[in-house]
């Protein structure tokens, strides 16, 4: 795991960092310009005082047919995706959960790479917390790190989501599997090799 160990901490970054913006394209929402008509006493193309001019005459002065009328457009913003946001918050417990989840799933994935390698699982276990873990730290980021290909495809999963197609619950579960299945072979394969 050392020759990984620099620029862990920024993939990590990255991967949090991504993760952020994901929520954050899902809980937003561009509001275009939004034009509503309103009355107005002079002229909404050319400004003649229209006083005494009756509804649904043309103006006199420039001839638009209707001078009373005036569109107001009001500026576009960003704002929230009310229902989305709500619906995220309360996934919060949930992303708090599966993070509680990856980090008791550090040790036995680090300590596999021990085992593969011909170690007793005692030993292997001892070995994870005492060199690699004590290396990678107890943070998010080491959480991230240990278990990225889980994350990559949690990210993945945010954005099946997101597209909001048929099978999203289908494809998050495969893809949830593929990234526990992708996690056990990055610390196991390239480990192999060694023993
Ligand atoms: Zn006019």
Request: hydrophobic share 45%.
């Amino acid at each position: 795991m050392c020759r990984r160990q620099s620029g862990g901490e920024e993939l990590a970054g990255l991967v949090a960092l991504l993760y952020l913006v994901c929520v954050a394209m899902m809980v937003t929402r561009w509001r275009p310009p939004r034009s509503y008509s309103t009355y107005t006493p002079n002229c909404a193309g050319c400004n003649y005082d229209l006083d005494g001019l009756a509804d649904g005459l043309p103006c006199p002065e420039c001839g638009s047919p209707t001078p009373h009328v005036k569109v107001v457009r009001s500026g576009s913003h960003l704002g929230w995706h009310g229902p989305r946001l709500v619906k995220w918050l309360m996934l919060l417990p949930l992303w708090a959960m599966l993070l509680l989840v990856l980090s008791a799933c550090q040790q036995p994935l680090v300590a596999l790479s021990y085992w593969v390698q011909g170690y007793g699982w005692q030993t292997s276990n001892r070995a994870a917390s005492g060199r690699e873990l004590a290396d990678i730290g107890c943070s998010l980021s080491g959480v991230l790190l240990v278990s990225f290909p889980f994350t990559v495809s949690m990210l993945a999963a945010v954005f099946v989501v997101h597209l909001r197609t048929r099978r999203w619950a289908r494809v998050t579960v495969i893809l949830m599997a593929c990234g526990v299945l992708a996690c056990v072979a990055l610390w196991t394969i390239p480990y192999i090799c060694y023993s």
